[in-house]
């Protein structure tokens, strides 16, 4: 019973931190008095913050392999660190196309 318990929270704790980045996302960019800055720190530093806890996620499982196999490592660690890298490159891109236009 106890493994059981710990292989749901291994695969719920991701899923529900991912819906909530994407919350907090959203309503901070709903904010209407955002500057071009503030709006591209809140995408960059949402990334960063998702990298990191990604990286982690992905170091640490790999060492006591708590995954079943390559596909899960996939889906609950290197696509949400290639998204989050995503979301870093968004902040970048954002910041840069509001100050050329």
Known sequence: ??????KIRMYLT??????STVLLLASLLTFPNHTRLSASLCIGL????????????LLGQLHKKNYY????????????CAAYGLHICGGVLFFQALNAV
């Not at 019973?1 to 710990?6: F, P």
């Not at 949402?46 to 982690?56: C, K």
């Not at 196999?69 to 949400?80: N, T």
Request: charged share 10%; no cysteine; aromatic share 12%.
């Open 1 to 6: 019973m106890q493994d059981d318990t710990a």
């Open 14 to 19: 991701p899923t529900v931190l991912y819906f």
């Open 46 to 57: 949402a990334g960063v913050a998702g990298l990191v806890y990604s990286g982690s996620l």
């Open 69 to 80: 196999g390559l596909q899960d490592r996939i889906v609950y660690a290197m696509l949400p």
